[in-house]
Each structure stands twice: as structure tokens, then as C-alpha cells.
């Protein structure tokens, strides 16, 4: 997103300080501006909504000291206003982000709260007791203690819940509770990480809905991967920022992220099973469906330089790969990594370095099938001389017995002897070779099955795309965006499956040690446009077949939207384009009013027992929607849309080059209403950008802003169906 700065004084003087405070203390407002700001991805995009008005403290370096500056907002809560109105239109993953965050620091504080300093925990009684119902769902019996005749986790578990543990020291800590079966540990451990991701799910729905998002599904989950030790991964977590900085402001959340765990034989002896971390996540979702956008955001933590984070993301059997930077956190489906170990290497080191020279030992020149053919040629030749033996052997014992013959008789006999020997020894090698034989193939067959699951879990179709300054567009038409780490399937009415893994990378193709890896995942819906800086929707506006606009387009609150808008203006780097439509007769989808391709025109409005009752029933006036939407990126992207319900207009077109255009592309008089319609907001525009130019900016700055405006304006036309018209033609 863009990075520019912004004075903001005098702006949104109509919105009172509680409305653009409320749902949040002032620890969590004091918490919030701190975590924003030492966030960059949180500050380019929504830090300047966060509009601190108090003094500026310093470090040694000349750096902002945001410890003492959460103190100060703490102290003084009028230092500090935010702005939900604002946040709300930045991307939705990055809000979650950000009230994903501060719902970890919560926890964090009150787990250790609880097991630590109980006295002070009544600062979070509710959010205690809320953790604690949602462990007490899932809990053993065995895990269970009585108090007041009321059940409460047992005590001993307070040093498993420890937010400050690893898990093999979690486990650790378990097997020294010896009242709890192996069985009891699991179910206590998969208890804690369905209260974890419970509790920080609803709490960071209730501080995302505070900043001003909105969603009506929000699934925000809480994964690890890895071998479960305190491992780089766990050690660099939070503590470093993107750019690879040390950094105390973010919260601190080691035992928090949850591993798929499992029961698996240790191969000592049989039966003997052990607690083991799933060296990957697998976590199953549904798209919203219902003609909507789902938003997935990604959040990489426990990262490790030196081992490229990989989440793959499957549906419809298509996988999409996020694979991690080499020098920071962030995803992309650039896979390439410089310096470090990466899945696909650990699989190519698999397939083509373990597999191949153990198929090479088995079918290569000097290899078992070689040796297993020699030895029986040579088994052969010897059995043939050894059955030529055996004849000439029983010939010597039917002779007549003579001196000559009697020696002849133990020469074969010792011959026969010595075949015999030989014979047995090239079996012996034989069945040696073919044992080596199979257990080298059992081995292969061990490898290909974990070769065959790991290229399962990278995805079997790979998704092909395009990239545009770091937005990534699949083959499908799903995207993902390197800057706000945001996935997003397109819009479909039905409701689709689809698979999110994280994997951790291992030592080697053969290694049970793999390094530490933890994600946030959020998914929720989005509307088209929602993240627009400046959406306005005139509904119904206009009076019957006329385009003459009754109001103005922007009011007081959109000003400090309308000074964004300006400062993007001023960075000549940043493209700017307007496009304006006359979308003719619109059609609803379920959420919205969008064209309709194949019109059925209405030459009047029906009567009351009809399917539309009225001009004024909601199923039309929906469609008698105009729209202004300023998207504000990589690019700057104005639009203008316009839409007439279906029933026959009647205006009156002179204007014969107007008229030609009508007769060459079949264009109704609907279409031409919606163009006229769509003219007329793009001339009340350029009057008021002309004139807020100059009241929100510097007399300079508010000319070359002007100036900008003017000159795309002047370049702008009207499209209808497939042709366009210029604005000076509609006038």
C-alpha cells in the first residue's frame, strides 16, 4: 500500500471522540498504537488512522520510544484518536492482524497472570473465566478437580498452559502429572489448543469489529508445524520484526500457537506410542459462496531464515504456494530462496539423490539383479558339471570293483564334493543378495510412500500466475497481494472446499527433527469495493428519465478520505485513471446491482399482484443505483458507475451523433439514461475536487492537484455496451 503522510487536523470535527474510541480501554488503545506502529505492514496501511496528538519522546538514537509513548496514552487517552471509519477501509486481513495481536497479548498476559500472580488477576476476571470455559468443554475427567463442588481444570495443569513453554516442554510437564493416562495427555493437550484458538478467535472478532471491520463470517485460526523443541523458529518468533529488527513491542506467544499432535509408535517396542507435533497443519475451509469475496490473510510467525516457510493452499485439486522470502517473513508464490533449506529440496533430495541410488543399489550395472544373475550363471554352470559328476559318479559305483576303479571312485567322489560346496555357496550368496535385494526395496518402498505424501501435501496442480508490482493473479482468477498478504478467492454463489498446510522443514528427506514454523490464518467475507477509500452509493436519485444531480457528492466525512485521495495525486509516481460507465438496465446478485448482459425490457412497471409490486418496491429501486468508487493502491483508480431499472425509458435524444451511436451498437435508451447519468456525476466532480483542492491543501500543492484531476478528466469517456462516448458528445 501507499506510504504517505498526513497532517490530520481539523478533519471529521462532526465525529465525537467516544464514537471513534469506542470497544476498546485504554491499555488495549495504548496496546494498539504501539503494535501498529512497530508493524510495518500494520503502519503503512493503517498506522496513520491511529492519530497520536500527543508529544513525540525520543530514544538515545533519535528513535520514537513507543514504551513510553504507550504510557503516555495510557495516562492520556485524549492523545490518541482512532479513526474506525478510516481503518475499516484498509485491507479486512490486516485489521484482523492487528486485533489478532492484541487478543494474543491478552491472553498471554492472562495465562501468566493466573499461574503467576493470581491476585492480580482480577483486572481479567472475565477473560480468565472465558478461557477457562471454553478448556473446560474438552477437558478428561482425570483433568478435572473439585471445588465448591464446582469442576475447575486442575491445578497441576497451570504449568501446561504456560504461554512461555515449548511443547516438548509442555509434554514434559504433562508426564510429570502421573494421575493422567498417555490418552488424558492428548485429550488435555488438544483442550487447550481448542480453548486457545476459541478464546483468541472471539476476542479478536470483538477488537476487529472495535476498529471498524466488518464481516459476517470470521474464522481466525492459531497453527504450528514442527518437531515441537525450542528450535529457531520458536526463538526468533516474534521477536524480530519483517525487516529482521529486535522488537519488545509485540507480544510474546511461543505456547500458543497449537500443533496437530497424534499418537505414534516410537519403534522401540510394539505398542509403545508417544505424543508427537505433526510436522505439518492440515486445517479444511469453505469458501462464503453467496456471490462474495473470500479474504484469507496469512501472518507468518516463528520464522527462520534459513528454512523458506512453505503454506500451500488447495481446491478443486488446484494448489496455490506461499512460499517465504529469504530475508523476511512475508509470503509470495516466488519460490525462489537464496542461502537456505526449502521443501522442494528436501523432496528433490528424496526422489533423485536417496531414491535413485537405492533403486541404483537394486537395477543398476553393479547392482543386486546384476549380482543376483551372476552368482545363478554361476550357480548354473556349476550345477551342470555337478550333475554331469553325479552320472559318471553312479557309472563308477556300478562297475566292477577294481583297484583302478576305486580310485577313480574318490576322485569323483571328491570332486562331486567340491561342486556340491560350490554350488551351496553361490545359493547362499544368491539368498543373501536377494535379501539385501528386498530390504533394500522395502526401504525404497518406505521412501516413495513419504516422497509420494510430501508431494501430496505440496500439491500434486500446481496453479500457474501472473504478476503485476508484487499482485499475483492464479489461473483461476484467485489473486494474492505480496503487501498485505491477503488470498482471495473470487466471487461464486455456491460454496467451495478448499485446504490450507503449513509444513515444516526438516533437516534432511530422512530427518524427524524440523524446525519450528507458526501461522495465523483468517478468513472471513468481503464485498466487492469494500475496501474502497471513497465508495459512494447514490440510490435512487435521479428523477424519472432525468439526469440532473439534486445533491452534492461529498459531505464532512469524507474529508479525511478526500485528503488521502489528494496527497496520492501528489505522488506523480502513482498511475491515475478514471472510468466511467453507462451500465444500462442493472440486475441484482444476491449483494449487489451489477449489469445485466441479456436485459428483458419492461414497458411499464407491473401492477401490485406482479413479482415487482411498484416503482418504489425495493426489488427496482435497488437497480436505480448510481456508484463513485476511488480505489487507492498501486495504482489510483476512480470509477463511476450508473444503472437504470428494466422498465422502457422515455427520454428524448436529440443529439444525432448520440443517435448514430444508439442505431451502430443497438444501444437503448436505457443505456444512454445511465450514460447521461454517469456524465453528470463526472462534471460534479471535477466542481467539487476543484474547489476541496484548495481548501484542504497549500495553495501549491492544491494547484498541481487540480491540475492532474483536470487533465485526466479531460481524457475521460463515457462507455456504453461496447463502444464510448466522450463527455463533451453528451452535452
Not at 381 to 387: A, F, G, R
Not at 549 to 558: A, G, H, K, V
Not at 672 to 694: D, H, T
Amino acid at each position: 500500500m501507499i506510504k504517505i503522510s498526513l497532517v490530520l487536523c481539523l478533519l471529521i470535527s462532526t465525529i465525537s471522540f467516544a464514537q471513534i474510541n469506542e470497544g476498546l480501554n485504554t491499555e488495549e488503545r495504548a496496546y494498539l498504537y504501539h503494535v501498529v506502529k512497530k508493524s510495518p505492514i500494520l503502519n503503512a496501511n493503517i498506522g496513520r488512522y491511529l492519530d497520536y496528538q500527543g508529544p513525540i519522546i525520543k530514544l538515545r538514537n533519535q528513535k520514537t520510544n513507543y514504551d513510553s509513548i504507550e504510557l503516555l496514552i495510557i495516562n492520556h487517552p485524549e492523545y490518541l484518536v482512532i479513526r474506525k471509519h478510516e481503518i475499516a477501509k484498509s485491507p479486512k486481513g490486516l485489521i484482523a492482524e492487528a486485533a489478532n495481536k492484541m487478543a494474543l497479548w491478552e491472553l498471554n498476559n492472562v495465562l501468566l497472570l493466573k499461574r503467576d500472580d493470581p491476585k492480580k488477576l482480577n483486572h481479567y476476571t472475565n477473560e480468565y473465566n472465558n478461557f477457562e470455559n471454553y478448556l473446560l468443554a474438552n477437558l478428561p475427567p482425570n483433568a478435572l478437580k473439585l471445588k465448591n463442588y464446582i469442576a475447575i481444570p486442575h491445578p497441576k495443569l497451570q504449568n501446561v498452559i504456560n504461554p512461555s513453554l515449548s511443547f516438548d516442554e509442555k509434554l514434559t510437564s504433562l508426564n510429570a502429572i502421573r494421575f493422567l493416562t498417555q490418552n488424558d495427555q492428548l485429550i488435555v493437550l488438544r483442550a487447550i489448543n481448542s480453548a486457545i484458538n476459541k478464546y483468541v478467535q472471539n476476542r479478536a472478532f470483538e477488537i476487529f469489529k472495535a476498529l471498524g471491520g466488518q464481516a459476517q463470517s470470521f474464522k481466525n485460526i492459531l497453527v504450528a508445524a514442527g518437531d515441537g523443541s525450542s528450535t529457531t523458529g520458536i526463538l526468533e518468533e516474534r521477536e524480530k520484526d519483517e525487516q529482521g529488527r529486535w522488537n519488545k513491542g509485540l507480544p510474546k506467544a511461543v505456547g500458543l500457537f497449537p500443533y496437530q499432535i497424534s499418537l505414534e509408535s516410537t519403534g522401540h517396542k510394539k505398542g509403545n506410542l508417544a505424543i508427537e507435533p505433526m510436522r505439518y497443519s492440515k486445517n479444511n475451509f469453505q469458501t462464503i459462496g453467496n456471490n462474495q469475496i473470500t479474504n484469507i490473510h496469512t501472518d507468518v510467525w516463528g520464522y527462520n531464515s534459513a528454512k523458506q516457510t512453505t503454506v500451500v493452499f488447495e481446491k478443486n485439486g488446484l494448489s496455490y504456494h506461499l512460499f517465504g522470502s529469504t530475508n523476511t517473513r512475508f509470503l509470495s508464490p516466488d519460490s525462489s530462496f537464496n542461502g537456505g533449506t526449502t521443501y522442494q529440496s528436501i523432496i528433490n533430495d528424496l526422489e533423485f539423490n536417496t531414491i535413485r541410488k537405492l533403486n541404483e543399489m537394486v537395477t543398476g550395472k553393479k547392482g543386486f539383479n546384476h549380482w543376483i544373475q551372476y552368482n545363478k550363471k554361476k550357480q548354473n554352470v556349476v550345477k551342470l558339471k555337478l550333475e554331469k559328476k553325479e552320472h559318471e559318479y553312479l557309472e563308477l559305483r556300478s562297475a566292477p570293483t577294481k583297484k583302478s576303479t576305486k580310485k577313480q571312485r574318490r576322485k569323483s567322489q571328491n570332486i562331486l564334493t567340491g561342486l556340491q560346496e560350490s554350488h551351496q555357496l553361490y545359493q547362499r550368496k544368491i539368498i543373501k543378495l536377494e535379501q539385501q535385494k528386498a530390504n533394500t526395496l522395502q526401504q525404497v518402498a518406505k521412501y516413495q510412500l513419504k516422497l509420494d505424501k510430501s508431494k501430496k501435501l505440496m500439491g500434486l496442480n500446481w496453479a500457474t500466475y501472473t504478476e503485476n508490482k508484487g499482485l499475483y493473479t492464479f489461473q483461476d482468477s484467485s489473486t494474492f497481494d505480496a503487501l498485505t498478504q491477503e488470498f482471495k478467492f473470487p466471487p461464486k454463489q455456491q460454496i467451495e472446499t478448499f485446504q490450507i498446510r503449513l509444513i515444516a522443514i526438516p533437516e534432511s528427506p530422512l530427518s524427524k527433527s524440523a524446525d519450528e514454523v507458526m501461522l495465523h490464518i483468517n478468513i472471513m467475507d468481503a464485498e466487492q469495493n469494500y475496501d474502497a477509500r471513497i465508495n459512494l452509493e447514490l440510490n435512487d436519485v435521479f428523477e424519472s428519465d432525468e439526469w440532473r444531480l439534486p445533491t452534492t457528492l461529498f459531505s464532512s466525512s469524507d474529508s479525511v478520505a478526500l485528503h488521502v485521495f489528494f496527497e496520492s495525486l501528489l505522488t506523480k509516481t502513482i498511475p491515475f485513471n478514471i472510468i466511467a460507465r453507462g451500465q444500462g438496465i442493472g440486475k441484482w446478485n444476491g449483494k449487489t446491482t451489477v449489469k445485466d448482459n441479456h436485459p428483458n425490457e419492461l414497458l411499464t412497471y407491473p401492477k401490485k399482484d406482479a413479482p415487482y409490486k411498484s416503482k418504489f418496491d425495493s426489488s427496482f429501486v435497488r437497480l436505480r443505483k448510481s456508484e463513485l468508487i476511488i480505489h487507492i493502491d498501486r495504482e489510483i483508480n476512480l470509477e463511476i458507475n450508473s444503472f437504470t431499472d428494466p422498465v422502457k425509458s422515455n427520454i428524448t435524444i436529440h443529439n444525432p451523433q448520440v443517435l448514430a451511436t444508439m442505431e451502430q451498437h443497438g444501444l437503448s435508451k436505457n443505456d444512454i439514461l445511465s450514460a447521461y447519468r454517469s456524465a453528470e456525476i463526472l462534471r460534479q466532480l471535477k466542481l467539487e475536487i476543484n474547489i476541496l483542492a484548495g481548501k484542504y491543501l497549500p495553495r501549491e500543492e492544491a494547484k498541481i492537484v487540480i491540475d492532474r484531476f483536470n487533465k485526466q478528466w479531460l481524457k475521460t469517456n463515457i462507455g456504453i455496451g461496447p463502444t464510448s462516448i466522450k463527455y463533451s458528445e453528451l452535452n
